[in-house]
């Protein structure tokens, strides 16, 4: 490890030469910094690494310089292992503008998605990412580590407040939280205080809307069917075992086998196993999209994944509204209609239908239990399809009894 105070003089100015903190650890981990002073050849002393008293600036730069050498010497006689950009935090303070660090979380998350190159393009966390940044610039152009605290957090919430609702406000301070603790975690940022600037700050929200269907009103759509492909999409989410609206978007006709849909789903950071039976009814809606042309299941590849399925939501609530539906509903309510129906209005076994919608079950049972055979979740997942598209018997009248008898 080598720390060095000198001016770089490769990089003429108008001030004359920058004074630049040079940490290096090992060839692949190193720091150049500006120390945001000048100084000319001569009025720099390279043995001492300091200014000289002839320097125009020597009062104000000394004490700093003098302030980094005795925390430089505490450093080396450490045997504490840091990277270079721990030094760094230490030896300047924290006072780096996060939105640097966060330019380079979107940065990474755009090198994740083109790494998992996958034939539909979301835009992903980055998209994400770049939409919340942006906010943030427009409340302040620069923000320091050091600067995020309880009051900073406050003031953004007043003012996000005039335009914002509490979930939107929340979903911002979500994002600075992530990329701040993201820092921490990799020792950009070293706080001070034990307490987390984010305690307590969120806003109280109001419970969000049901984004489910019961079973009367998934009855009504298979009633009343639409002859438009919003209404087609909804319904293969559905009976293709509450598949997410990506999911029929990318899937393919190499993903069919014996009948059967199978994939892997990529979803929240886990890769969970997709096999669920292609029923009369989902087939109908594929034979439909059936092009002999695409390796597709669907058309939805041809276009932009994120304003389709924008204008799918506004239009598909549109349509459900003529047909007297007023509940909530957007591109997941497919998935979560199927879950609630099987779960909390035919009371089906949970871990079964998590299975069929591919969520993932990371709790030491299902570790342990492993999948469910085919058969068995076949069986939940044809009742599922079964409750909203058949009518209830109805009960005989007491005379219809006697009649039996």
């Not at 003098?66 to 721990?86: C, G, M, V, Y």
């Amino acid at each position: 490890m080598n720390i060095s105070i000198f001016i770089d003089l490769d990089r003429p100015r108008k001030k004359g030469f920058p004074i630049v903190l040079f940490i290096f650890v090992s060839k692949a981990d190193r720091v150049y910094t500006s120390l945001k002073y000048y100084s000319s050849s001569e009025d720099w002393d390279s043995k001492k690494q300091e200014p000289k008293k002839s320097h125009p600036q020597y009062n104000l730069i000394i004490g700093e310089i003098l302030d980094l050498k005795i925390k430089i010497n505490k450093i080396e006689n450490s045997k504490q292992k840091r990277t270079a950009r721990q030094i760094q935090t230490l030896l300047l303070g924290n006072y780096e503008c996060i939105y640097t660090f966060w330019e380079e979380r979107i940065t990474e998350e755009e090198k994740k998605l083109e790494n998992k190159n996958k034939p539909i393009k979301t835009g992903g966390n980055a998209s994400i990412y770049r939409g919340n940044l942006h906010v943030w610039k427009l409340f302040q152009k620069s923000v320091s580590y050091d600067e995020i605290n309880y009051d900073f957090l406050t003031r953004f919430k007043i003012e996000k407040s005039k335009t914002c609702s509490a979930g939107g406000i929340n979903t911002y301070i979500k994002s600075i939280r992530a990329v701040y603790n993201e820092a921490v975690k990799r020792g950009i940022y070293i706080p001070e205080a034990t307490v987390s600037p984010f305690k307590g700050i969120m806003e109280k929200t109001a419970p969000t809307k049901d984004k489910y269907l019961t079973i009367e009103e998934m009855k009504i759509l298979c009633k009343n069917p639409l002859d438009h492909q919003y209404y087609r999409y909804f319904m293969l989410c559905f009976f293709l075992g509450g598949l997410d609206f990506i999911d029929i978007a990318s899937i393919k006709k190499s993903d069919i086998r014996n009948n059967r849909i199978k994939f892997i789903r990529n979803k929240g950071n886990t890769n969970e196993v997709i096999n669920n039976y292609i029923f009369p009814e989902a087939k109908e809606i594929l034979d439909y999209f059936f092009d002999e042309n695409s390796e597709y299941l669907t058309p939805l590849h041809k276009f932009s994944y994120d304003n389709y399925r924008k204008s799918y939501v506004v239009r598909t609530k549109e349509l459900f509204k003529k047909l007297g539906i007023e509940s909530h509903v957007d591109s997941k309510t497919p998935r979560y209609s199927f879950i609630h129906i099987g779960s909390k209005e035919l009371y089906q076994n949970r871990d079964i239908i998590k299975e069929l919608v591919g969520h993932a079950q990371n709790d030491t049972h299902s570790i342990y239990e492993g999948k469910f055979p085919v058969k068995i979740k076949d069986e939940v997942h044809r009742k599922i399809i079964d409750a909203v598209i058949f009518q209830e018997k109805e009960f005989h009248s007491d005379a219809e009894y006697k009649d039996l008898a």
